[in-house]
């Protein structure tokens, strides 16, 4: 068996940040998902050094808060004065391609409007907004 010389995770992803650097359509994703996981962690970065603002916790069936620096039992839970934001879901370029091909198969009149509801409807879907809104 030959050996292999595996290049660090850093320099592959160096290499595939590196914007003058062709890519082929897998490597793009692969550039895409690299970014939306720094953002990701980023994001958990800043809510993790967050500091709650007081804690709430139930006692006997009835709600309590407590201020950050006083007493409150393991099971509370944080209350911050900013509370974390989703972060955004775009499509992917799979999701794109159903989108075109279903609203050419089923323009009806005008595809554009057709194109449009579609992408809405898959952007409500992928960042919760249908379940959020009982819709």
Sequence with gaps: MSEVNATPH???IAELMNPNNPKNEREHAATREIERLRETRQAIAELES?????YV???NGEDFFAPKDGYYPADAKSLYTHPPQRTWVGLTDKERFEIRMHSIQNMGGNFQETLCKAIEAKLKQKNGYAEEMNT
């Design 50 to 54: 967050q500091k709650p603002f007081c």
């Design 10 to 12: 850093a320099e592959l």
């Design 57 to 59: 916790y139930k006692e």
